[in-house]
């Protein structure tokens, strides 16, 4: 085995220069590899001579998981590592191991955990006579390749063997799995949690990561940077609400979403308070101003004395019709600078249902969720032109003349 040392860490961290930075982690990774083989052999010794004649306990997993304080499955999959990759008692007296080319690699430090598993995983499906050269291949390709590569290759080598696989047990395919869990916690936020069978999961993967690219930086120069669970999370909204306006929707005739909100009259005109939400959550009364717009949101506005003054107003929401001529005439989100495409944008008021105004294309303009919510909240404003065509004032911070700009990126001019 190679004797690696743990190189010195420079004094003042945030003065090193990538090159320095990117070698003392890859140097830091051979380190804890290395070091998890040389574990893997102690942990093998034990077995062997006997953790109950040694330490007094069943078996070298039970007392590992005590010394490291960790569980004790944690510990099983560490020690069944360690026998696979060091000699071990066979037949005749004489010591084996299983994956002497794997254990080799793990040796000089150029594979890890993740990689060992996967190559154990494989060579246990492979018979006996054929396993030292699957070893050899998979150990040799695990030193410059990724878990996924490694597990393609491993699948070619389990295809190669036994092109016509496993007998079917049974003709009919099981259900797949899938569980979603969705739970309101104290604060009125939803936890969303469940298990996909591989096929979904990777479509749900594909979905969110095309759904949550970071935005191109638009006229107002607000770069992007949310985390990538933000991103997702709001790439799972955009994928909510292209669902609800589907036609074909269950009890929604593609609407967007059917919520309840509760709130003061005078609340939903100035967006100052709170409002019910769905019987259940507390929102702001700006945020109910929000989704007013484009949403199928059953209102009930009450005067200050709690009396219901109006229960509904479907006529105010967007018709097919109109939304079809907002898609032709914006092409998008209206906004400047904004690629986001029809599908992905509400139809926003200009003059707020609320104030009075009208569900008519000269006071309505398409604008994606994040610059909805900009306009809403910031100190951009939206007015449709002369022409007909929507045009937005900039705030003075940006251009104390206040110019109007219209988005260029949808139509050719």
């Given at each position: 085995m190679s004797e690696t040392l743990i190189p010195e860490l420079p004094q003042e961290l945030w003065r090193a220069g990538k090159l320095e930075l990117a070698h003392g982690a890859t140097h830091l990774v051979q380190v804890i590899r290395v070091a998890s083989a040389c574990l893997g052999m102690y942990l093998a010794e034990v077995e062997t001579r006997g953790a109950e004649d040694l330490f007094g306990h069943g078996n070298a997993a039970s007392w590992f998981?005590?010394?490291?304080?960790?569980?004790?499955?944690?510990?099983?999959?560490?020690?069944?590592?360690?026998?696979?990759?060091?000699?071990?008692?066979?037949a005749g007296g004489e010591t084996a191991v299983f994956a002497p080319a794997t254990a080799a690699a793990a040796e000089?430090?150029?594979?890890?955990?993740?990689?060992?598993?996967?190559?154990?995983?494989?060579?246990?499906?492979?018979?006996?006579?054929?396993?030292?050269?699957?070893?050899?291949?998979?150990?040799?390709?695990?030193?410059h390749a990724g878990p996924r590569e490694l597990a393609e290759a491993g699948a070619n080598l389990l295809a190669h063997l036994d092109p016509d696989g496993n007998e079917p047990k049974d003709p009919e395919p099981a259900p797949p799995r899938r569980e979603v869990f969705v739970e309101r916690r104290g604060d009125g936020f939803w936890k969303l949690s469940?298990?996909?069978?591989?096929?979904?999961?990777?479509?749900?993967?594909?979905?969110?990561?095309?759904?949550?690219?970071?935005?191109?930086?638009?006229?107002?120069?607000?770069?992007?940077?949310?985390?990538?669970?933000?991103?997702?999370?709001?790439?799972?909204?955009?994928?909510?609400?292209?669902?609800?306006?589907?036609?074909?929707?269950?009890?929604?005739?593609?609407?967007?979403?059917?919520?309840?909100?509760?709130?003061g009259l005078d609340a939903l005109k100035t967006g100052l308070g709170t409002a019910c939400l769905d019987f259940v959550g507390t929102i702001t009364a700006r945020e109910a101003r929000l989704m007013a717009c484009d949403c199928l949101m059953i209102p009930a506005v009450l005067s200050t004395a709690g009396e219901p003054?109006?229960?509904?107003?479907?006529?105010?929401?967007?018709?097919?019709?109109?939304?079809?001529?907002?898609?032709?005439?914006?092409?998008?989100?209206?906004?400047?600078?904004?690629?986001?495409?029809?599908?992905?944008?509400?139809?926003?008021?200009?003059?707020?249902?609320?104030?009075?105004?009208?569900?008519?294309?000269?006071n309505l303009v398409l604008l994606c969720s994040f610059h909805h919510r900009l306009i809403h909240h910031g100190d951009w404003q939206v007015r449709i032109a002369g022409d007909g065509i929507p045009e937005f004032l900039p705030p003075q911070y940006l251009d104390p003349l206040r110019h109007p700009r219209r988005n260029t990126l949808h139509h050719v001019t």
């Open positions: 998981a005590e010394i490291a304080r960790i569980s004790l499955g944690d510990a099983r999959d560490t020690v069944n590592r360690a026998l696979a990759l060091n000699p071990a008692p066979v000089d430090g150029a594979i890890g955990d993740q990689h060992i598993d996967l190559i154990l995983d494989i060579l246990r499906k492979i018979p006996a006579g054929e396993r030292e050269g699957a070893d050899k291949i998979l150990a040799g390709l695990a030193r469940g298990l996909l069978d591989p096929e979904t999961g990777a479509r749900t993967a594909a979905i969110l990561d095309a759904h949550g690219a970071r935005r191109p930086v638009d006229e107002s120069g607000q770069a992007d940077h949310r985390t990538m669970p933000q991103r997702y999370g709001d790439a799972w909204a955009d994928v909510l609400d292209l669902a609800t306006a589907c036609p074909d929707q269950p009890g929604t005739a593609g609407y967007r979403t059917l919520v309840h909100v509760t709130v003054l109006d229960v509904g107003r479907m006529r105010r929401f967007v018709t097919p019709g109109q939304r079809r001529a907002l898609n032709i005439r914006d092409g998008g989100c209206a906004f400047p600078g904004c690629h986001r495409a029809p599908k992905h944008c509400h139809a926003h008021h200009i003059q707020h249902w609320a104030d009075g105004g009208p569900t008519d294309l000269r």
